[in-house]
DNA sequence: AGAAAAAACTTCAAGCCTGAAATTTTAAGC
DNA sequence: GCTTAAAATTTCAGGCTTGAAGTTTTTTCT
């Protein structure tokens, strides 16, 4: 029945270790945005959105890039609107619900992403070029702890607030 | 000599591996965010800037500011703008140098701040609830090789680009 | 069918963020 | 001392983001 003690040096390496996490993923963030903008004049949403819609040929509804990006509709309603002022993608009529549309990347658009996704895999291949298939793994399945906890053990106690 | 194969599955995995690094990150920043607008009615750049400045209570100019949270300074300007406002913030004439202001919490902003701050951390450490001091260590360890990447070997290539 | 609820979107206000272009003030070079 | 360069900020346009509120269309429930 260790309770948790908030202020103990566990804690604040805790807190320590979220820093770290925050900068490495803010840092590498930076880099591809500002690579996409210098070389592509692109931004990062816009090529999530395109990337959700080129691997969806048929297209995808407005609220299904919203689901699947994990952003709001009133977000992807603007990135779509430049998407399509670029020539990059576009809308159908959704045959049967006047509501909706289908969003679509144009020929134009698919062939940009091609170009993106390569240079894209490229800087990221740069940028964690150290990482073998070993530390890919170990890295992977940390994070995969971090985003999906399993059940807490009762029992277990750790005790390690080493203070 | 072994080139980069850019589509190998080592690429693909080092791909997979940012995106993972990415939602984790994005995921803990949501959750802040929401429960720092929720139960304060706040936002993370504010806490971000009240942060630095509660560490310094002699104040930090505005220029030391965006540095040290590496955002640009018009962002910086903003921020502190609606911090003032608040009441959390106020900005003091530097002698001698009439361009620069010196922004120092004020007792009301560092009484918040401590507040906030207490509840932030216990937000991280449930987030990180599980990780022990071991786990703690090697993912430190995984973040920082990205961050900051030892010299490359030229000589030893991994030789791992298995298909 | 008619009313009410739900679904798919868009619009909007507010805040965050950047890089570029001012502004004001200080420091340097002649 | 004067001119120029540098420094500290602010302003601005453009884009991203959210949650709330509003619109139109479809579905559901009597």
Redo the contacts with the bound molecule.
């Keep these: 029945m260790t309770k948790e003690t908030p202020s103990s040096s566990l804690s604040k390496n805790r807190l320590r270790l979220w820093l770290k996490l925050l900068k490495t993923s803010s840092s590498i963030e930076?880099e591809l945005?500002?690579r996409l903008?210098d070389q592509f004049g692109s931004?990062?949403?816009?090529f999530?959105v395109m990337s959700a819609l080129a691997r969806t040929p048929e297209g995808l509804?407005?609220?299904?890039i919203?689901s699947l990006?994990?952003?709001?509709?009133?977000?992807?309603?603007?990135?779509?609107?430049?998407l399509v002022e670029d020539g990059h993608a576009l809308?159908l009529a959704?045959p049967?619900?006047?509501?909706?549309?289908?969003v679509k990347l144009t020929a134009a658009g698919s062939k940009a992403f091609a170009e993106l996704a390569a240079e894209h895999e490229g800087w990221i291949n740069e940028m964690l070029g150290e990482f073998g298939p070993e530390q890919i793994e170990t890295l992977s399945d940390l994070l995969e702890a971090v985003l999906h906890p399993a059940e807490k053990d009762e029992k277990s106690g750790s005790a390690a607030n080493a203070e």
């Design positions: 930076a945005r500002r903008r931004t990062l949403p816009r999530d509804k407005m609220s299904e919203s990006l994990k952003v709001s509709n009133g977000n992807v309603t603007g990135i779509v609107e430049r809308r959704v049967g619900d006047r509501r909706a549309n289908r």
